[in-house]
């Protein structure tokens, strides 16, 4: 080659900085170009709603890399306000436009790397632009949802959606003071989930002032003369407000990707092999705009996650530099803090298990998080979905104090392993009065779903 | 058989009493009956240090299970205050005596169970009885700790061994305001430990006021005219004290087991097969008088921990009971708070790993608990070590705070479900800013060992 191999990133939030980062100390020789829509890079959607609290004390922090950073520390080089409008794969070439000066350009890659991210679902009557409303997604607006609230002062708000964002959000707003309605069109807040756990929630929920609206859809916005939202129409009631967020999820965004013929499977997402090559020998995908594999099912899903999209990430990476990774798939470890309680959401959920074919076996437990006695003791309540034919633990949910995430991590790790519920109850874990009980909730659930086995 | 069936257990501490309600629970028709040495039964060592301090708030916790209670909730017979003297296994038979009466007597058996527990190691001087000198181990004198404090506010205490127990005992001495020397055999506090944990430990002990005296031996005692001891003297000098905590082990109590022809094992704990089963068929032994297989080197050990007491007496009782339960063995996974940090110690440590024979890569890694920005965020410090050959994952130490202890539970079921680094380096861990960076360092952990398996 008589040039330097070209290595292009479409798309610079999270899972692109990771993939540009990776190729450049994988081939030290190679241009490694990042090209980016918006303004910023590599930032978190997740840490927004404890940037609004100011928990998450410095804004400044929201940016793990900021362009020139990217550019000094990992030699890549970033172009912001730079949007790919198509590409070109016969003669390996993006067609590009720069937002600084509208000029429309041509650049060539050697090996493309397709990081575009998703893009948040948004309502019919959301189309035109409404002051009010928000979505949490890009850094831009979550910048404008602070400040919208500093100046305006809301005193009520309505989330649409009461998935994992929209249950943060809630605390979020809720610690600013802020009445707030939860629209969900299910019967309980986080989607799929067991109707034990659903039930907890919910009063967890309530416990904390929020008022849930469950099994309604959303039919209209009423709006005053500014296009400012002043109703949230429902099926179920009409809800005054002074600010709306809508967390109903987000879809693959491959619409370049797939105007070029990239192939994208039933769940809208690129469909990658287990290296990240996408249908073009040239082309890896990586992130929220991918297909991953589930790893119980080992059926396609769509987990937009950046926990799996920063190691699908670092694969697209390495292998676009000539390495040879794998990324196998992942099992979907959904951690949040409602208020005052731990959720941990792991593998697959009893209907998800339903859906996928599976007999299953489910139990619930409740049982102490430390040695009664000890004054940090609270409740963790554990619900198990077990293989019948198996038995293996295929998912788990835990609701509670004092390590239940960290607890759901250990359930991950023995899903992901093909444990059975018998090899759980086995589990070597340790006991120490500040830490835990003798028999650990994770033990107990396990003891207690073998006796249905 | 024209009585019901006789189940007897020798050892009312942790395990027997597991054992011995796990029997009746199996066979409801069986005479179920504890032998218990001391006036208790039923209660926790580890709970000892909490409960000096004030934070284990009720003392009546630290018994599980009263006499009575066991009696009335388990259906299990209790006889305290009764010691075995021998066993007969021609004749199926325990010759008794009861310390209430001075009587002794002979008891029938159909099943036994041995749970006879381990004794503290002493020193050779300690064979008189001196008022200030104690050994964590029983119950009854963990109260007279209790009061002796409170009686005599000693000012200074030598504590002898480093291991976990002689570390929550400096931690709980120091909040009661005694200052502590820690005398240790070794060079870093917890036995075996690698030198990049022991010399953090040994930093924490020391930013906490503790006095560590490395690489001593303890050579004498010397006593006032009451029999107290009033000076340490060691190879490395000596120390003045009010009070002595003697905390250098615990060696398996199998006197009557092995005077009984019950086979031994060369760490001295008796053996069993995998349903706990002795050498004699109707014998069972569970506990810290038994060795237990390591599931890493499938060689004999030695670990005397609650958890793994409470499995081998489930699996114990049962069987005695006519079940056919399994216990495949144990990896250590030790926990301990050293005043504001966690510390988490499994499977084998770097010296362990060499003693048994494996080649070994270790990696030390420090990663934040959180993301950065988050108030909470500390610092984790993860060893590895890893086998060479076959790349899995055998032992990892973790010291810090903020869920330090928990990523240990991780580290342990992959290390039990034999995982290699690469496996852990995969896991889908969750990510949430309350709770976890975006890589967490068990992740962070195996990405570094990975560079140099």
Redesign the interface.
């Known amino acids: 080659m008589n040039r330097k191999p070209r290595i292009l990133v479409i798309g610079g939030l999270a899972a692109g900085p990771s993939a540009a980062s990776k190729a450049k100390r994988i081939n030290k020789n190679a241009d490694v170009i990042l090209i980016e829509r918006t303004k910023y890079i590599s930032y978190?959607i997740?840490?927004i709603p404890?940037y609004l609290t100011g928990?998450?004390?410095?804004k400044n922090?929201?940016v793990v890399y900021s362009p020139d950073r990217l550019q000094k520390e990992k030699n890549v080089t970033v172009r912001t306000e730079t949007e790919v409008e198509s590409i070109d794969r016969k003669n390996k070439s993006l067609l590009i436009k720069d937002h600084k000066n509208g000029i429309h350009r041509k650049e060539e890659y050697d090996k493309l790397i397709i990081t575009t991210g998703s893009i948040p679902r948004s309502l019919p009557f959301m189309e035109r632009s409404m002051g009010n409303v928000f979505t949490i997604k890009e850094l831009s607006r979550a910048y404008e949802l602070h400040d919208y609230i500093k100046q305006h002062k809301p005193s009520n708000a309505v989330i649409i959606g009461g998935g994992y964002i929209g249950m943060e959000m809630a605390e979020a707003l809720k610690h600013l003071n802020i009445d707030v309605t939860l629209i969900h069109r299910r019967s309980y807040p986080l989607s799929k989930i067991d109707e034990n756990s659903g039930k907890l929630l919910l009063s967890v929920l309530q416990e904390n002032g929020v008022h849930f609206v469950p099994d309604s859809n959303v039919k209209s916005f009423g709006t005053d003369t500014n296009d400012n939202v002043k109703t949230v129409v429902t099926d179920n009631g009409v809800f005054d407000t002074a600010l709306v967020i809508v967390a109903i999820g987000v879809t693959p965004n491959v619409a370049v990707a797939r105007d070029a013929g990239i192939e994208t499977g039933h769940l809208g997402g690129i469909k990658t092999d287990e290296k990240q090559h996408t249908n073009d020998d040239d082309i890896f995908a990586a992130g929220d705009c991918c297909e991953v594999r589930n790893?119980i099912t080992r059926r396609p899903s769509y987990i937009p996650?950046?926990?799996?999209a920063?190691?699908m990430a670092w694969t697209a990476g390495e292998n676009a530099a000539g390495g040879s990774a794998v990324?196998?798939g992942?099992?979907?470890?959904?951690?949040?803090?409602v208020f005052n309680y731990?959720v941990?959401r792991?593998g697959l959920t009893i209907s998800e298990a339903e859906e996928a074919g599976f007999k299953i076996v489910a139990e619930t437990i409740e049982a102490p998080s430390r040695?009664?006695?000890?004054?940090e003791a609270a409740r963790v309540t554990v619900t198990y979905v077990a293989d019948k034919n198996s038995g293996r633990l295929i998912g788990a949910t835990l609701i509670g104090k004092d390590?239940a995430?960290?607890?759901?991590?250990?359930l991950?790790?023995?899903i992901?392993?093909g444990?059975t519920v018998k090899?759980v109850s086995?589990?070597?874990?340790?006991?120490?009065?500040?830490?835990?009980p003798?028999?650990?909730p994770?033990l107990v659930a396990a003891n207690q779903t073998l006796k249905k086995l």
């Open positions: 978190g997740c840490e404890y928990e998450y004390k410095d922090n929201l790893l996650l950046a926990t799996v920063s190691k990324f196998k992942a099992i979907r470890n959904i951690a949040l803090r731990e941990s792991v040695i009664i006695g000890m004054p390590g995430v960290h607890r759901g991590n250990v991950a790790a023995m992901q392993m444990a090899d086995n589990l070597d874990m340790m006991y120490a009065p500040p830490f835990s003798l028999w650990d994770v």
